[in-house]
């Protein structure tokens, strides 16, 4: 049987502790995150080359400025652009990993691909080189399912929210397939803004265990734990017990 419970208890950095100077997904940003002994949550991506790269969009824009997408570009191409005119660079997920302690306990999620049998089996492949206490997730159902075929073994959870994508058919089809069914996650993170909501109240009540992203205060962190399992956070330093 999996065990869950360190799922309730993390303290996860949502990107890792990142501010205005440190950016998100950076090596800077899990270092500040191991220094205050939190927990982390992060981002997976393929490049065009089949790396595994840690990063949250699927283009550059809002990080280095330039139009480009991930999947286009090589590893060495992206290695080279600075995110926010800062000295920081998006990471490889090998780099990311080989600074973690062992005691770090981490959510990984995974991006959409074009190719998610490529990107569930690298990642696995990676993944097999460390003993972290890991789950995985994401809001693409079908690598959710692909986890459930490949690797049953691994904590698996689905992301969901209100609106999954900017087309009324597409989230029209999210709520007439029984996705959850389906792909049977070990557990849900929800969007914060989304909540309260009738159905994730009833998931929880019969043994779903609830995430929720992102909380970005105190007042919304405390608020999230007293209703469901846990939350990530980022914006300020909560307290780790």
Request: hydrophobic share 40%; with cysteine.
């Amino acid at each position: 049987m999996k065990n869950l419970e360190w799922l309730k208890e993390g303290t996860f950095a949502h990107r890792g502790l990142h501010n205005k100077k440190t950016p998100e997904n950076t090596i800077a940003a899990f270092e500040h995150a191991v220094n205050h002994f939190y927990d982390v949550e992060l981002d997976i991506q393929l490049t065009k080359d089949h790396k595994l790269i840690v990063c949250h969009d699927h283009t550059l824009t809002r990080l280095c400025g330039i139009k480009k997408k991930i999947k286009n570009l090589t590893y060495d191409e992206i290695k080279v652009l600075k995110i926010r005119d800062t000295e920081y660079s998006i990471p490889l997920l090998t780099d990311v990993l080989d600074l973690f302690p062992e005691t770090t306990k981490l959510l990984l999620e995974l991006k959409k691909s074009t190719n998610n049998k490529l990107l569930v089996d690298s990642f696995l492949k990676t993944m097999n080189n460390y003993t972290f206490t890991y789950a995985v997730l994401s809001f693409d159902p079908r690598i959710v399912n692909i986890f459930k075929k490949k690797a049953n073994h691994l904590i698996r959870g689905f992301i969901r929210k209100a609106k999954p994508t900017k087309y009324r058919c597409i989230n029209l089809l999210f709520r007439l397939i029984p996705i959850l069914k389906i792909t049977k996650p070990d557990y849900i993170m929800h969007k914060l803004s989304d909540l309260p909501n009738k159905k994730v109240t009833s998931l929880q009540e019969n043994g779903m265990i609830i995430l929720v992203y992102t909380a970005k205060t105190k007042k919304d962190y405390q608020k999230v734990l007293a209703k469901y399992n846990n939350a990530v956070f980022e914006g300020f330093l909560p307290i780790k017990y």
